[in-house]
């Protein structure tokens, strides 16, 4: 399977300013998703990263509040922009990985980004 | 709409007892279905999978057989471990390739 990092592994910011978060495939791949897990809580999708064009986003994530880079099939970014306090998540990237044939619907993820905002 | 229904934890077991993780899901046809174990501090790992009715996914003596007449995916093991402490998710793909997932159950295995 594909090896997925992360940068950074963790960051406290201030409330008010923007982080980015870089993923990065040791392979290419078609689809790369971006996922906030918060305390203890399961995963919800951000948006899908697409290649050469603007993200997805799912219902109640903005483009202003997390724009989304994918300038190649190996790379994408992630910025939380303005922070607040709620955003204090784990951040995680995943892709998916084609099969012999077509779509393998299996989903890898990075490490994650913990997250605090004060 | 498509969803996934875990039983709450967290579940504490003994080491070598019987694990049974309940699963069930709602959805439009026939998706495929995941298991996904995060041990501490650590991202997200496919632990296996199924994509048709009747299918066993097995990993590292975890099982899980895709049961569409009760819409079930239960995870199970004969035997856990101390090292199995983690938190499972049980996940559907939908039909725009999007992973839904359960709420997550942690299980905590005692010496």
């Known amino acids: 399977s594909a090896v997925i990092s992360q940068k950074p592994s963790r960051d406290i910011c201030q409330r008010g300013t923007s982080l980015t978060i870089q993923c990065q495939v040791d392979?290419?791949?078609?689809?790369m998703f971006w996922y906030r897990q918060q305390p203890g809580q399961s995963l919800t999708l951000i948006a899908t990263?697409?290649?050469?064009?603007?993200?997805?986003?799912e219902s109640g994530f903005v483009i202003d509040k997390f724009p989304i880079s994918r300038p190649n099939l190996t790379f994408s970014t992630l910025t939380v922009s303005n922070m607040s306090p709620e955003d204090s998540s784990i951040y995680l990237c995943?892709?998916?990985?084609?099969?012999?044939?077509?779509?393998?619907?299996?989903?890898?993820f990075g490490p994650g980004t913990r997250l605090t905002v004060t | 709409g498509n969803s996934v229904t875990q039983m709450e934890g967290p579940v504490t077991l003994s080491e070598e007892a019987f694990l049974t993780i309940n699963c069930t899901y709602t959805a439009t046809g026939y998706p495929s279905l995941f298991w996904y174990v995060q041990y501490p501090g650590e991202g997200l790992q496919l632990l296996l999978k199924a994509t048709k009715a009747d299918d066993k996914g097995s990993n590292k003596g975890f099982e899980a057989t895709y049961r569409k007449e009760t819409t079930s995916f239960h995870l199970e093991k004969g035997s856990v471990q101390v090292s199995d402490s983690a938190v499972y998710f049980c996940?559907?793909?939908?039909?725009?390739?999007?992973?839904?997932f359960g709420s997550g159950t942690r299980l905590l295995v005692r010496p």
């Open positions: 996940a559907l793909v939908d039909s725009s390739y999007k992973l839904i």
């Open positions: 990263a697409n290649q050469g064009s603007e993200a997805t986003y």
């Open positions: 995943s892709v998916e990985e084609m099969a012999d044939g077509g779509p393998s619907y299996e989903q890898y």
């Open positions: 392979s290419q791949v078609t689809m």
